[in-house]
């Protein structure tokens, strides 16, 4: 039965002071160069204006920048290359956390923006920020919420300059870099750019949601996105049945509401969705929102099951032991996690449908697996569409559903343990399996 509850009017602002108040303190800048004028310059904190005197820095080629979902990085990138950045880490909170082991010494020795979409990403993440990596985040965070997104905060501490950029959506954010890239910029103050920098103000908005709530699942929408909200939850509903089909245990292992987040028109780029597995919630673009053919049933019933893979995977991982999730340590590669959710996607909206609607996309990499390794594939998707299906092939659903649950140490042992094959076995197999069938 669906249940209907409201959010009141919790903003994210509010959300933000409470998951950010256990965030670091202090802040100290350096003078540098290209400095706005006073005519472009106001501030918020009493009658004189904070940014006039504020230190200044601009960006270059010390800057590492980390990049929340939602962010263009075909419009971030051009603008690092303008001023000599080097570093970008982007594709979600959760990916920026996996990988900040691996580049935590470069991180260390950079400047480094933290950019947030906060309509595409769910701000609890932030509380989850690794510990030991809260020296790449600015300073009393908690003191921002106060302040109408689209905003930057940029402070130094320990010798680097930490910053945050914040917007509501990715040309908000695009905004504020692109003032960085061709000026410098005040340290220590929260700024905007209207259309010049001046300080950014008290919010005066109520960020206000409402969530529905059947089966498994919770939609949480704006009130007027409210039919979406009904539409998304059959049909996630419908997901789930035809996927416990061959999963039995495809709900029972993810032992939470999984929320269905849907976002307004222009919040999130054309065609994408994604997942946060640690939070269990899947984002979309509300079906009304979207506009568009190819935003049908069948793209959001797909996009369901590809999305919820993630959140799958990721818990009976915790449950199995042995591998873990980061492809560095003997986890499984990118191009396997999103396979996976394409075998999904095929095991729902049927094997016929997905032929018709991706055939041609998902075919085109095969020359070029046939001389390449699945790791080097531009399209992880496609490749990892082909790959699960050949595991499909050789040994079943029951034979994916071991790898997916083996206590393996490494993911290819699991596969080898699932599959008979070595590494070397299972490319050349695949290789084979190619050729014979596309």
């Given at each position: 039965?669906?249940?209907?509850?409201?959010?009141?009017?919790?903003?994210?602002?509010?959300?933000?002071?409470?998951?950010?108040?256990?965030?670091?303190?202090?802040?100290?800048?350096?003078?540098?160069?290209?400095?706005?004028?006073?005519?472009?310059?106001?501030?918020?904190?009493?009658?004189?204006?904070?940014?006039?005197?504020?230190?200044?820095?601009?960006?270059?080629?010390?800057?590492?920048?980390?990049?929340?979902?939602?962010?263009?990085?075909?419009?971030?990138?051009?603008?690092q290359?303008?001023?000599?950045?080097?570093?970008?880490?982007?594709?979600?909170?959760?990916?920026?956390?996996?990988?900040?082991?691996?580049?935590?010494?470069?991180?260390?020795?950079?400047?480094?923006?933290?950019?947030?979409?906060?309509?595409?990403?769910?701000?609890?993440?932030?509380?989850?920020?690794?510990?030991?990596?809260?020296n790449?985040?600015?300073?009393?965070?908690?003191?921002?919420?106060?302040?109408?997104?689209?905003?930057?905060?940029?402070?130094?501490?320990?010798?680097?300059v930490?910053?945050?950029?914040?917007?509501?959506?990715?040309?908000?954010?695009?905004?504020?870099?692109?003032?960085?890239?061709?000026r410098?910029?005040?340290?220590?103050?929260?700024?905007?750019?209207?259309?010049?920098?001046?300080?950014?103000?008290?919010?005066?908005r109520?960020?206000?949601?409402?969530?529905?709530?059947?089966?498994?699942?919770?939609?949480?929408?704006?009130?007027?996105?409210?039919?979406?909200?009904?539409?998304?939850l059959?049909?996630?509903?419908?997901?789930?049945?035809?996927?416990?089909?061959?999963?039995?245990?495809?709900?029972?292992?993810?032992?939470?509401?999984?929320?269905?987040?849907?976002?307004?028109?222009?919040?999130?780029?054309?065609?994408?969705?994604?997942?946060?597995?640690?939070?269990?919630?899947?984002?979309?673009?509300?079906?009304?929102?979207a506009?568009?053919?190819?935003?049908?049933?069948?793209?959001?019933?797909?996009?369901?099951?590809?999305?919820?893979?993630?959140?799958?995977?990721?818990?009976?991982?915790?449950?199995?032991?042995?591998?873990?999730?980061?492809?560095?340590?003997?986890?499984?590669?990118?191009?396997?996690?999103?396979?996976l959710?394409?075998?999904?996607?095929?095991?729902?909206?049927?094997?016929q449908?997905f032929?018709?609607v991706?055939?041609?996309?998902?075919?085109?990499?095969?020359?070029?697996?046939?001389?390449?390794?699945?790791e080097?594939a531009?399209?992880?998707?496609?490749?990892?569409?082909l790959?699960l299906?050949?595991?499909?092939?050789?040994?079943?659903?029951?034979?994916?559903?071991?790898?997916?649950?083996?206590?393996?140490?490494?993911?290819?042992?699991?596969?080898?343990?699932?599959?008979?094959?070595?590494?070397?076995?299972?490319?050349?197999?695949?290789?084979?399996?190619?050729?014979?069938?596309?």
């Amino acid at each position: 039965m669906l249940r209907r509850t409201c959010a009141g009017s919790m903003s994210i602002r509010l959300t933000l002071f409470f998951l950010l108040a256990v965030m670091l303190t202090g802040c100290t800048g350096a003078a540098g160069t290209g400095t706005l004028s006073p005519e472009e310059l106001s501030g918020t904190d009493g009658s004189a204006n904070p940014l006039q005197g504020a230190p200044q820095w601009r960006m270059g080629s010390n800057t590492g920048i980390l990049a929340g979902a939602g962010v263009n990085i075909a419009t971030v990138r051009p603008l690092q290359q303008k001023v000599g950045a080097g570093f970008y880490l982007g594709g979600g909170l959760q990916y920026i956390y996996d990988r900040l082991p691996v580049h935590r010494d470069a991180l260390q020795t950079l400047d480094t923006l933290l950019l947030l979409n906060i309509t595409a990403e769910d701000v609890a993440k932030l509380a989850e920020w690794p510990q030991r990596d809260r020296n790449l985040l600015p300073p009393a965070l908690e003191d921002l919420v106060r302040y109408e997104p689209p905003f930057a905060y940029l402070a130094r501490q320990g010798g680097r300059v930490r910053g945050i950029v914040v917007g509501r959506t990715t040309e908000e954010i695009e905004r504020l870099l692109s003032v960085m890239v061709e000026r410098s910029v005040p340290l220590g103050v929260p700024w905007t750019v209207k259309p010049v920098i001046v300080a950014a103000e008290p919010s005066s908005r109520s960020w206000t949601r409402k969530t529905l709530e059947r089966g498994r699942f919770l939609a949480s929408y704006p009130p007027e996105l409210e039919r979406d909200a009904e539409r998304m939850l059959a049909w996630a509903e419908d997901v789930l049945g035809k996927l416990r089909v061959h999963f039995p245990e495809v709900d029972e292992v993810v032992n939470e509401p999984v929320t269905l987040w849907l976002h307004g028109a222009g919040e999130l780029q054309p065609g994408y969705a994604y997942a946060e597995p640690s939070a269990a919630t899947l984002h979309f673009t509300a079906p009304s929102a979207a506009g568009g053919s190819s935003y049908d049933q069948t793209w959001y019933v797909g996009n369901i099951a590809h999305e919820y893979s993630h959140v799958f995977f990721d818990r009976i991982r915790r449950r199995a032991g042995g591998y873990g999730m980061d492809a560095n340590a003997g986890g499984p590669p990118r191009w396997f996690h999103e396979g996976l959710g394409e075998y999904f996607r095929l095991l729902v909206i049927g094997e016929q449908t997905f032929d018709r609607v991706y055939g041609q996309r998902y075919n085109t990499p095969v020359s070029f697996l046939l001389q390449s390794p699945l790791e080097a594939a531009e399209d992880v998707y496609a490749a990892g569409a082909l790959a699960l299906r050949f595991l499909h092939a050789r040994v079943g659903v029951e034979g994916i559903r071991r790898i997916l649950m083996s206590s393996q140490p490494t993911f290819w042992g699991a596969v080898q343990e699932a599959t008979g094959l070595t590494r070397t076995e299972f490319d050349q197999a695949f290789r084979d399996w190619l050729r014979r069938v596309r």
